[in-house]
């Protein structure tokens, strides 16, 4: 008897295809949002846990990142953004991110739990599986509020971070969450106003697509009105110090400001690419101000004045 | 007896797909060895606590 075995070209996939597969710039934002959530933290962290700990949240964001590129494949082929991305540009095989993809989560969440603590695992494995089933699989292809409910993936690491250092979750790390949770729509929509055409043509239901780019302006608006004020709550209650709630208040005002300039906006996609920018930014400094506030009352015993 | 050399099966590696592997091979290697200093470091900061 015979079997026939379908050949496969040897992979020409080098270390940098499977490097660009793990997302390096979100990679990046994420781990610097977890350090904040396992730096401000109550209590002592040994550095090497915690060092294993942002190791092991940075490997897992990568992983969810590898299967995000393993199953949208077919939509960065027809987007103009992603069409590089390794698996469409034939550098990688669709089964080689799989596999890339589900050994990284398996090994990020096993060794999280086996060396940091195991409450800190089983959220990142969550977060993993939030990213990949419910955003990626489900979410994205089906509403425009795919990145309103996915971005809860987003806003998980500072609470992995502190749980990694406490074991337990408190009022501060929800707050952090619902900052970035509330960060997300304006951030994306503000890019997706200009990159409308891409996401149409790749079938991808973003609000601009859906709901048109009026309708997007608002709901950008509405959600920083809500986002700004948020922001200084760290602040309001007691968590952080006023270096942090001067911080929030100007560059809450500017995202305001930006968010208002989106909405007279009628022509061209000038404040939408200033918001989009000035997103990333804005949400840099508030977990940049938290870490001051920190570092501040570690060194001199109170906030930063 | 025919000395004539036959060509061997399997397939037949170009040198960028060579490269490519060689070079996948030494991160996989790099990787795992972090993993194993890790675990070593972890083991050591620990103490007896690692197994709880």
């Known amino acids: 008897m015979s079997v026939s075995v379908a050949r496969v070209e040897p992979s020409i996939a080098g270390v940098g295809d499977y490097i660009e597969l793990m997302k390096p710039r979100v990679m990046s934002l994420v781990v610097f949002t977890a350090f904040v959530g396992l730096l401000i933290a109550p209590g002592h962290v040994h550095p090497v846990i915690g060092l294993t700990a942002l190791l092991c949240i940075a490997v897992g964001a990568g992983a969810a990142g590898a299967l995000n590129m393993w199953y949208d494949a077919d939509i960065d082929a027809r987007m103009a953004r992603t069409a590089a991305r390794p698996i469409p540009a034939g550098r990688l095989l669709p089964g080689e991110a799989l596999a890339f993809g589900l050994t990284l989560a398996a090994f990020s969440v096993v060794v999280l739990g086996l060396l940091v603590n195991v409450v800190a695992a089983l959220l990142l494995a969550t977060t993993i599986a939030f990213y990949v089933l419910v955003y990626t699989m489900w979410l994205k292809r089906t509403t425009p509020q795919n990145i309103v409910i996915g971005g809860a993936a987003g806003a998980l690491p500072p609470m992995i971070g502190w749980v990694a250092a406490t074991g337990g979750v408190s009022i501060e790390p929800i707050l952090l969450f619902l900052i970035i949770f509330f960060w997300t729509p304006p951030h994306f929509w503000a890019l997706s106003l200009y990159r409308t055409e891409d996401y149409a043509r790749a079938g991808v239901p973003m609000l601009p697509v859906v709901a048109g780019p009026q309708e997007t302006r608002r709901q950008i608006l509405l959600y920083t009105l809500f986002l700004a004020p948020l922001g200084t709550t760290p602040w309001l209650l007691g968590y952080a110090g006023p270096a942090y709630g001067i911080a929030a208040v100007l560059t809450g005002a500017i995202m305001i400001a930006l968010a208002f300039r989106i909405r007279a906006e009628r022509r061209g996609h000038v404040a939408a690419k200033q918001m989009f920018a000035f997103s990333i930014l804005y949400l840099f400094l508030l977990f940049a101000m938290l870490l001051v506030d920190r570092m501040s009352a570690v060194l001199f015993g109170h906030f930063t004045t | ?52």
């Not at chain 2, 060509?7 to 060689?22: F, S, V």
């Not at chain 2, 996989?28 to 050591?44: E, P, Q």
Request: aromatic content about 4%.
């Open chain 2, 1 to 52: 007896m025919n000395n004539e050399q036959k060509p061997e099966p399997g397939i037949k590696l170009t040198e960028q797909q060579r490269r490519a592997r060689r070079a996948r091979s030494i991160a996989i290697a790099v990787s795992l060895g972090i993993l194993v200093v890790l675990f070593y470091i972890v083991t050591l900061v620990k103490g007896p606590g690692v197994l709880n």
